[in-house]
Every structure is written in structure tokens, then in C-alpha cells.
């Protein structure tokens, strides 16, 4: 088992900028992708980002491209998603996910462990 707790979340203007961490605990020496998503209220999950284990292998959603900023840490097991030009549409809770896969997958029942969301707020 693998647990994750997200941190970082807020509320911010829009513009600004914010930095999400996702520390996992338990079971981390299996080698995990790790992925970011979120969720609006009323809408489905969505894929933010991924990044695999090596870090060397990365996705993001178009759109979030060219703002958001994935990586990641092993000797600390954690993941961080910088998010900077945010906009109102960004705001939902994010949550963090593991993927004992070499591959990285952009939809959430491909994903086996989650974390319990941090909520993002930018407003206009």
C-alpha cells in the first residue's frame, strides 16, 4: 500500500501561482508514476500532468501546458506540480496519484493509489 498526502493548495488570484506537493509514505520503493489531476465541482476527474519514475518521461493536459510544471523528488518521495499563470478555470481540488507502470496513463482508473485532494481557488 502506498499512501499519499497533498499539500500546498489555496486561494490565489488569478495570475498567480502555486505550488503543490504530494508526499507518499508505505510501500514508495516500487518504481511509481506519479500523476496530478483534478476535479471541478460538477464535472468528471480530469489528467493534469505525469511524470514517470525516472522523471524523464513527462505529459500534461493542453491546458495546462506552458503553465504548470511537474516533478519530482524520490529521496523524498514526493511530486510537485508548480502551477503559475493560474486562471478561475483552474480552481478545483487536486488530487495526486501512483501508478506502479512504466507507462504514463492520463485517465484516473488506470491509477492505484490517490491521495485525499488539496483544494485550489483562483479567483478572477
Known amino acids: 500500500q502506498v499512501q499519499l498526502v497533498e499539500s500546498g493548495g489555496g486561494l490565489v488570484q488569478a495570475g498567480g501561482s502555486l505550488r503543490l506537493s504530494c508526499a507518499a509514505s508505505g510501500r514508495t520503493y516500487g518504481r511509481y508514476a506519479m500523476g496530478w489531476f483534478r476535479q471541478a465541482p460538477g464535472k468528471e476527474r480530469e489528467f493534469v500532468s505525469a511524470?514517470?519514475?525516472?522523471?524523464?518521461?513527462?505529459r500534461y493536459a493542453d491546458s495546462v501546458k506552458g503553465r504548470f510544471t511537474i516533478s519530482r523528488d524520490n529521496a523524498k518521495n514526493t511530486v510537485y506540480l508548480q502551477m503559475s499563470s493560474l486562471k478561475p478555470e483552474d480552481t478545483a481540488v487536486y488530487y495526486c496519484a501512483a501508478d506502479e507502470t512504466l507507462v504514463l496513463h492520463t485517465r484516473s482508473y488506470e491509477y492505484d493509489y490517490w491521495g485525499q485532494g488539496t483544494q485550489v481557488t483562483v479567483s478572477s
Open positions: 511524470v514517470s519514475w525516472s522523471g524523464s518521461s513527462i
